[in-house]
């Protein structure tokens, strides 16, 4: 059986909380996503440029539809300041309905 995915959360993260707070409202006026929940001072681990990395980012988790996924991908990208940010997508198997209807209805 194969389930038709209609909803997307995409995961991105900046490294301060004024870049995430001004691409986040770009792209929900710019109707990308409909919703973006930033989570400050988030610890990232990671190897860059073969060297062990700490750095403190924001999470920012913003909501769309699987249509507009692709086009908020490509604008975040536009408006990141990283070399290579973090950007991904995965499905919204379930979800209370009203909700659901309100990110379409404001795409």
């Given at each position: 059986?194969?389930?038709?995915?209609?909803?997307?959360?995409?995961?991105?993260?900046?490294?301060?909380?004024?870049?995430?707070?001004?691409?986040?409202?770009?792209?929900?006026?710019?109707?990308?996503?409909?919703?973006a929940n930033l989570i400050?001072?988030?610890?990232?681990?990671?190897?860059?440029?073969?060297?062990?990395?700490?750095?403190?980012?924001?999470?920012?988790?913003?909501?769309?539809?699987?249509?507009?996924?692709?086009?908020?991908?490509?604008?975040?990208?536009?408006?990141?300041?990283?070399?290579?940010?973090?950007?991904?997508?995965?499905?919204?198997?379930?979800?209370?309905?009203?909700?659901?209807?309100?990110?379409?209805k404001s795409l």
């Amino acid at each position: 059986m194969e389930i038709e995915i209609e909803y997307v959360t995409v995961y991105t993260t900046f490294p301060s909380i004024v870049e995430a707070k001004e691409t986040a409202k770009i792209l929900v006026t710019e109707k990308l996503a409909a919703c973006a929940n930033l989570i400050d001072q988030m610890e990232s681990i990671y190897v860059w440029n073969e060297q062990l990395e700490e750095s403190t980012e924001v999470v920012c988790l913003l909501k769309t539809t699987m249509e507009k996924s692709e086009p908020l991908m490509q604008r975040i990208r536009e408006l990141h300041s990283y070399e290579t940010p973090c950007i991904v997508g995965w499905p919204i198997l379930k979800g209370y309905p009203n909700y659901l209807d309100w990110i379409r209805k404001s795409l």
